[in-house]
């Protein structure tokens, strides 16, 4: 039986962001471009440690139909006063990655949605098509429940797992950590569970460990509608999500090395013959 090609899947916001806060402030000729480098280091990277046979990009759209359903969802990360410069200057770097650098490089599976994030993107990709094999290269732990249909790895840790490793560390199905989000929350997306309710009491309610005669129970109990609701800030993808169909991807050594001249990238620019050897 021959191999089930394998796609690498970058979820573009976690990498780009690793950038920004490990690579730090470069520039060249006046204009920013550590995240532009730094993202593009850890994707050689990722590149040699899992030998792709393609690669896709996943990107957040600034329309959000999570916020429009929920107008406080992931209202935590936003922050009074002027926008920070270090910021916006990232997000430039974001587009120009997204919708020049890596086209012109011949990575050709960009996607993006409007109302939709990448973990939709994600989402939608693995649970769609079975005959191929996905690892998420991602930090987000609500990608958890898509680990029927791939693995995951974290850059930052050097961590992979599966579907195996989940069940043997959590106790529960990939499946099932749907809702556990649902009735815990998500805190770093601001989507409020049972009070006084982790991941861990989740886990034990959902695998019949919790007393029924506890106070814990009965909250979640007494808070279905809440849990309900829920649903469609935890669940990947949005039902609103289509699924995008990876095309077949031709690096471009030149506009590689030329990329490296504009941008000064000297390092980078002797190893593009690696990458070419890697991605040819």
Request: charged residues 30%; contains cysteine.
């Given at each position: 039986m021959p191999?089930?090609?394998?796609?690498?899947?970058?979820?573009?916001?976690?990498l780009g962001h690793r950038a920004r806060f490990t690579t730090g402030p470069l520039s060249y000729k006046g204009k920013p471009t550590g995240v532009i480098y730094g993202f593009l280091n850890?994707?050689?990277?990722?590149?040699k440690r899992e030998r792709p046979d393609e690669i896709a990009f996943a990107w957040d759209s600034r329309k959000s139909f999570r916020k429009e359903y929920y107008p406080d969802y992931k209202a935590n990360r936003?922050?009074?006063g002027p926008p920070d410069p270090d910021m916006l200057a990232a997000f430039m770097q974001f587009k120009q990655l997204r919708a020049e650098i890596l086209p012109q490089l011949g990575f050709v599976n960009n996607f993006r949605q409007t109302g939709c994030e990448a973990d939709d993107i994600i989402g939608a990709l693995v649970k769609n098509d079975p005959k191929r094999r996905f690892t998420i290269v991602?930090?987000?732990?609500?990608m958890l429940q898509l680990l029927d249909h791939c693995d995951m790895y974290n850059?930052?840790?050097?961590?992979?797992?599966?579907?195996?490793?989940?069940?043997?560390q959590y106790g529960i199905a990939p499946e099932q950590w749907v809702m556990v989000k649902q009735i815990a929350g998500c805190s770093g997306d601001n989507v409020?569970?049972?009070?006084?309710?982790?991941?861990?009491?989740?886990?034990?309610?959902?695998?019949?460990?919790?007393?029924?005669?506890?106070?814990?129970?009965?909250?979640?109990?007494?808070?279905?509608?809440?849990?309900?609701?829920?649903?469609?800030?935890?669940?990947?993808?949005?039902?609103?999500?289509?699924?995008?169909?990876?095309?077949?991807?031709h690096f471009d050594a030149f506009w590689m090395r030329k990329l490296c001249d504009d941008m000064g990238f000297n390092r980078m620019r002797h190893l593009v013959d690696d990458w070419e050897a890697f991605l040819g």
């Open positions: 191999l089930m090609e394998h796609i690498l899947v970058i979820d573009c916001p976690y850890q994707l050689f990277t990722l590149i936003r922050k009074d991602t930090s987000d732990d609500d850059l930052g840790k050097e961590l992979r797992i599966d579907n195996y490793a989940f069940t043997r409020k569970g049972v009070t006084g309710v982790g991941e861990k009491t989740a886990i034990q309610y959902l695998t019949g460990k919790m007393n029924p005669s506890s106070k814990k129970y009965k909250d979640i109990q007494a808070n279905q509608e809440l849990i309900e609701f829920n649903e469609y800030l935890v669940r990947l993808p949005l039902p609103e999500t289509k699924a995008p169909i990876p095309k077949p991807s």
